[in-house]
């Protein structure tokens, strides 16, 4: 099988899963409109188009005739889909990943072109049921929609056995409870809420730690925040995290939560805390209640609320004994419903069906 996708070179998400049939043994072509941020296999025909998106176009439709791929797989419905739409392919499958499907309503001219492609694609797949209803009022048939999650690599993903002390000690951790949060510092996952409920948390308890991971527009207004608030000796901005890094850092962790306003399906975030058996303390938005059974496998807090959240973060710095019972819970949903290969091999199954 021979797969065309078109998606950033700079997502994990959409690297995971094109290196994931490229090493099943399928010919892969990669066409990014951004420059990579990860090192690209040998058994992927990767290129970068970056002088515009006419240029592209051009480019592409050239290409697509000369390598003549089965299949077309348009990642995320922006600059992609002008691109899939007139690649000149015949068979093309689309993944919705949600801000492209939602923000896209607001502009008569996007709206036209993602509904033009939505379309044109012999089936779609996205990682919500709330996204499949989105999708159904383009006048997409509920038969062309398929829930195909991005998946948690579980065996990468795991607890360790021991934390990674020297890893935590390079973000001002050394022997005290580790709170994590990696999401990016831009308004809709509302970091501020975390900083102000780590002020109430460490106003009772001192010995935490809060490990921000991650960049963003936000990132100095958030720094001021945690400095007025006096507790910058407490939080720790790292920046990026090398992904080689993340399961050691996650997994050495105490506590995992995120403040996102929205969210469609669970993050894989959240989902590679819950993997790595470290209790989630997420904020219940979009469909975050399908994924967490509040105080069973992970807790809900009222986005937003930084005091509920302060109150649930000292619950489970106070007990250990229910640090574990929820993370053990929050890896088993995670590999029953969210392990990357078994999601991976329903794709697979799909691309098949088109063949």
């Given at each position: 099988?021979?797969?065309?996708?078109?998606?950033?070179?700079?997502?994990?998400?959409?690297?995971?899963?094109?290196?994931?049939?490229?090493d099943?043994?399928?010919?892969?072509?990669?066409?990014?409109?951004v420059?990579?941020?990860?090192?690209?296999?040998?058994?992927?025909?990767?290129?970068?188009?970056?002088?515009?998106?006419?240029?592209?176009?051009?480019?592409?439709?050239?290409?697509?005739?000369?390598?003549?791929?089965?299949i077309?797989?348009?990642?995320?419905?922006g600059?992609?889909?002008?691109?899939?739409?007139?690649?000149?392919?015949?068979?093309?499958?689309?993944?919705?990943?949600?801000?492209?499907?939602?923000?896209?309503?607001?502009?008569?001219?996007?709206?036209?072109?993602?509904?033009?492609?939505?379309?044109?694609?012999?089936?779609?797949?996205?990682?919500?049921?709330f996204m499949?209803?989105?999708?159904?009022?383009?006048?997409i048939?509920?038969k062309?929609?398929?829930?195909?999650?991005?998946?948690?690599?579980?065996?990468?993903?795991?607890?360790?056995?021991k934390?990674?002390?020297?890893?935590?000690?390079?973000?001002?951790?050394?022997?005290?409870?580790?709170?994590?949060?990696?999401?990016?510092?831009?308004?809709?996952?509302?970091?501020?809420?975390?900083?102000?409920?780590?002020?109430?948390?460490?106003?009772?308890?001192?010995?935490?730690?809060?490990?921000?991971?991650?960049?963003?527009?936000?990132?100095?207004?958030?720094?001021?925040?945690?400095?007025?608030?006096?507790?910058?000796?407490?939080?720790?901005?790292?920046?990026?995290?090398d992904?080689?890094?993340?399961?050691?850092?996650?997994?050495?962790?105490?506590?995992?939560?995120?403040?996102?306003?929205?969210d469609?399906?669970?993050?894989a975030?959240?989902?590679?805390?819950?993997?790595?058996e470290?209790?989630?303390?997420?904020?219940?938005?979009?469909?975050?209640?399908?994924?967490?059974?509040?105080?069973?496998?992970?807790?809900?807090?009222?986005?937003?609320?930084?005091?509920?959240?302060?109150?649930?973060?000292?619950?489970?710095?106070?007990?250990?004994?229910?640090?574990?019972?929820?993370?053990?819970?929050?890896r088993?949903?995670?590999v029953?419903?969210?392990?990357?290969?078994?999601?991976m091999?329903?794709?697979?199954?799909l691309y098949?069906?088109?063949?």
């Amino acid at each position: 099988m021979k797969i065309c996708f078109l998606a950033a070179s700079n997502s994990i998400h959409s690297y995971k899963w094109i290196n994931y049939f490229a090493d099943q043994g399928h010919k892969v072509i990669w066409i990014s409109l951004v420059p990579a941020t990860f090192n690209i296999s040998n058994n992927i025909e990767y290129y970068e188009f970056t002088n515009g998106i006419l240029y592209s176009i051009y480019k592409l439709r050239k290409l697509i005739t000369k390598l003549n791929p089965d299949i077309v797989h348009i990642h995320y419905l922006g600059y992609y889909a002008l691109l899939g739409l007139f690649s000149g392919a015949r068979c093309i499958v689309s993944t919705v990943w949600g801000s492209d499907i939602i923000f896209k309503k607001k502009s008569f001219f996007k709206k036209q072109i993602v509904s033009r492609i939505l379309k044109k694609s012999k089936f779609i797949t996205c990682d919500a049921y709330f996204m499949r209803d989105e999708l159904k009022k383009f006048g997409i048939s509920e038969k062309k929609i398929h829930i195909i999650n991005f998946g948690i690599d579980t065996k990468k993903f795991f607890k360790k056995e021991k934390r990674d002390t020297e890893l935590l000690e390079k973000f001002n951790v050394s022997g005290q409870i580790a709170i994590i949060s990696l999401r990016n510092f831009e308004p809709v996952y509302d970091i501020k809420t975390i900083i102000n409920a780590a002020k109430i948390v460490l106003n009772e308890i001192s010995s935490v730690r809060f490990i921000l991971v991650g960049k963003g527009s936000l990132e100095n207004e958030l720094k001021k925040l945690v400095k007025d608030l006096e507790i910058d000796n407490f939080v720790n901005f790292t920046g990026f995290i090398d992904n080689q890094l993340l399961p050691s850092l996650i997994g050495s962790s105490d506590i995992y939560v995120s403040t996102s306003l929205s969210d469609a399906g669970i993050a894989a975030s959240t989902a590679e805390a819950m993997s790595c058996e470290v209790p989630v303390v997420i904020s219940d938005s979009a469909e975050n209640d399908k994924w967490i059974n509040n105080e069973n496998n992970g807790f809900l807090f009222e986005t937003q609320n930084h005091e509920q959240l302060a109150k649930i973060l000292i619950n489970l710095i106070k007990n250990q004994s229910l640090r574990e019972k929820i993370g053990k819970e929050g890896r088993r949903s995670i590999v029953d419903k969210n392990d990357y290969k078994n999601e991976m091999n329903k794709m697979n199954d799909l691309y098949l069906k088109l063949l």
